[in-house]
T-cell receptor, first 113, second 115 residues
Framework: QKEVEQDPGPLSVPEGAIVSLNCTYS??????FMWYRQYSRKGPELLMY????GNKEDGRFTAQVDKSSKYISLFIRDSQPSDSATYLC?????????????FGAGTRLAVHP | GEEVAQTPKHLVRGEGQKAKLYCAPI?????VFWYQQVLKNEFKFLIS????????ETGMPKERFSAKCLPNSPCSLEIQATKLEDSAVYFC?????????????FGPGTRLTVL
């Protein structure tokens, strides 16, 4: 069983829709949770970072962590065609600055006009 | 520089040949990470460095893979006697030295194709 599970999609939504992306994990030691966006043939780019449980909002993006359920989510409001990319959840037991990240498989998102 | 630089962008090797990939971390960053991305999405951690010292090598296939980060030189990842399953995109990431900095900045990757 993988430590981090993420539905690979693809997920196709119309422009303006609210998108919900999710990951589950099995390692209760994970405390740092990240969402990366990866455009085709590019490196991952950090979108959101959360420590422990709770919510975090940044513009159109909201990240949620529920450690009791070992479940994390990323919500994208008013989705745009430019949001079309692969979204990767990542997590680590210690600070993500110097500890290895464990990634989900990534969810491919397509936002159509 | 302000971006992680990786060279070459693409590398093609015949099975059994050696491959060497390079990474220049962001200036001032002291942690360097190597990840392997196979089948488009599956990221696998290989090794990390704190300056020139190995920090975590738990993901490294020891028999054919080696890596170095030497002072005043790009970091390198070398694969001896490449195999078909080594075909992947190899990403380098770096992060600053300060405690509490939780971001890894990724480079654009090197695509290795083993024929």
């Amino acid at each position: 069983q993988k430590e981090v599970e993420q539905d690979p999609g693809p997920l196709s939504v119309p422009e303006g829709a609210i998108v919900s992306l999710n990951c589950t994990y099995s390692n209760s030691a994970f405390q740092y949770f990240m969402w990366y966006r990866q455009y085709s043939r590019k490196g991952p780019e950090l979108l959101m970072y959360t420590y422990s449980s709770g919510n975090k909002e940044d513009g159109r993006f909201t990240a949620q962590v529920d450690k009791s359920s070992k479940y994390i989510s990323l919500f994208i409001r008013d989705s745009q065609p430019s949001d079309s990319a692969t979204y990767l959840c990542a997590m680590s037991a210690g600070s993500g600055g110097y500890n290895k990240l464990i990634f989900g498989a990534g969810t491919r998102l397509a936002v159509h006009p | 520089g302000e971006e992680v630089a990786q060279t070459p962008k693409h590398l093609v090797r015949g099975e059994g040949q050696k491959a060497k990939l390079y990474c220049a971390p962001i200036k001032g960053h002291s942690y360097v990470f190597w990840y392997q991305q196979v089948l488009k999405n599956e990221f696998k951690f290989l090794i990390s460095f704190q300056n020139e010292n190995v920090f975590d090598e738990t993901g490294m296939p020891k028999e054919r893979f080696s890596a170095k980060c030497l002072p005043n030189s790009p970091c390198s990842l070398e694969i001896q006697a490449t195999k078909l399953e080594d075909s992947a995109v190899y990403f380098c990431a770096s992060s600053p030295p300060e405690q509490g900095t939780d971001t890894q900045y990724f480079g654009p990757g090197t695509r290795l194709t083993v024929l």
